[in-house]
C-alpha cells in the first residue's frame, strides 16, 4: 500500500507512467468510466476548498466510484477534539482509499502512518500539494510537450504557497530547469527551498521584485494570490494583497507562446483582461486536475489498466 505525501514519492519514471495514464484518460474518458464501481473514497477537508475537493470527487464518480466525506473541520468530530490518527482508523473502515486537506503541515502524514488504505495529501498548511502539483505537471506537457529545457518565473506568495514548494521539488528533477522567484521581500521563497533544494541541486535561479523585469524570458509564469488565511497580521495582508496583477499590458511583454497558469482561486492578481488571451491556461488546468487525480486514484488502488 502506497500514499502521497510529496511529489517526490513518485520517482520520475512512476511519475512520467502516472501522467500517460493521464493523458489516455483525457483521450479515452469512456474506457475508465467503471474500473472503480466497488470503490468508495473518504474526502477528509478541514480546510475550505472548492476545486481540489470537488475534482477528487469528480475524478473517483467518473470511475464509477461513490465519495463520501466532510467539507469543514465543523462539520466533524474534530469539533469534539478528535484526532487525525483517530479519524483515519475509523475512516479506513468505510472508505477505500482517502484525501485529506488540513491546516497543520504534517497531518496528512501523521494520518498515513495510522491508515489502512492509501492516504492523498490534499494539502498540508503552507507546506506541501502534491495533487496540484501533478496537476501543473500534466498540463505543462500536454500544452508545452515538454518538462524539461525550460525557465519558469513563479509569482507571488512564494513564502507560504505549498503549490509552488511542490512544483520547485518535482520540476528540479528533470534537465534545463531554471527558475525566476518573483516576490515582494516580505514573501520571498522560504531558506529551506533556496539553499536546500535549489543550491544543493545546482538549480540556476534568480530572485526579482518586478515581474515586467522578468516576463520576456519565461515559458512558463506560475501565478499565485497573497493567501490572506496565512496572515497573523491583516495590515501585511492588505498592504501586499494586489502588490502582483497580471494585465493585458505585462503580457505584451511576453512570448507568444509563454502559458499563465495559476492553482486559483483567483482573487486579484490576474485581472479578467487576460482570461482570452490564448496564453491563459489556468482553467484549462483546472480540467487536467481531474484527468491527473482519476490516474492517481487508480495508481494508488492498484487497478490494474492495462486490460482496459
Request: charged share 25%; aromatic share 6%.
Amino acid at each position: 500500500m502506497r500514499h502521497l505525501m510529496s511529489p517526490l514519492d513518485l520517482s520520475v519514471p512512476e511519475l512520467e507512467k502516472l501522467l500517460d495514464l493521464a493523458s489516455d484518460i483525457e483521450k479515452n474518458p469512456k474506457k475508465y468510466a467503471h474500473t472503480c464501481d466497488d470503490k468508495r473514497l473518504a474526502t477528509l477537508f478541514y480546510e475550505p476548498s472548492t476545486r481540489t475537493r470537488l475534482s477528487h470527487e469528480a475524478a473517483m464518480m467518473n470511475l464509477g466510484g461513490n465519495v463520501l466525506g466532510f467539507s469543514s473541520a465543523a462539520s466533524s468530530s474534530a469539533t469534539k477534539g478528535e484526532s487525525v490518527a483517530d479519524t483515519i482508523r475509523m475512516v479506513s473502515c468505510y472508505a477505500d482509499i482517502c484525501a485529506m486537506r488540513h491546516p497543520k503541515e504534517g497531518a496528512p502524514l501523521v494520518a498515513s502512518q495510522k491508515s489502512r488504505i492509501p492516504v492523498i495529501n490534499a494539502g498540508d498548511g503552507g507546506h506541501q500539494h502534491p495533487t496540484q502539483t501533478l496537476t501543473d505537471l500534466l498540463t505543462i506537457r500536454s500544452l508545452k510537450g515538454r518538462l524539461s529545457n525550460m525557465t519558469i518565473g513563479l509569482c507571488g506568495d512564494l513564502k507560504f504557497g505549498r503549490t509552488v514548494h511542490s512544483l520547485i521539488n518535482a520540476l528540479i528533477r528533470y534537465p534545463g530547469i531554471r527558475f525566476v522567484l518573483i516576490s515582494p521581500e516580505e514573501l520571498k521563497i522560504p531558506s529551506y527551498i533556496r539553499e536546500d533544494v535549489l543550491r544543493a541541486n545546482n538549480i540556476p535561479f534568480e530572485e526579482v521584485e518586478r515581474l515586467e523585469d522578468a516576463m520576456p524570458d519565461l515559458d512558463i509564469l506560475y501565478m499565485t494570490r497573497v493567501q490572506k488565511e496565512r496572515f497573523f497580521n491583516e495590515e501585511d495582508y492588505v498592504r501586499l494583497k494586489n502588490f502582483y496583477i497580471l494585465t493585458k499590458a505585462k503580457m505584451d511583454l511576453a512570448k507568444d507562446d509563454m502559458l499563465v497558469l495559476h492553482p486559483l482561486p483567483r482573487v486579484n492578481e490576474i485581472s479578467v483582461e487576460v482570461d482570452d488571451d490564448p496564453r491563459a491556461a489556468y482553467f484549462r488546468q483546472a480540467q487536467y486536475g481531474v484527468y491527473v487525480r482519476m490516474a492517481l486514484i487508480l495508481t494508488l488502488l492498484e487497478i490494474d489498466t492495462a486490460k482496459l
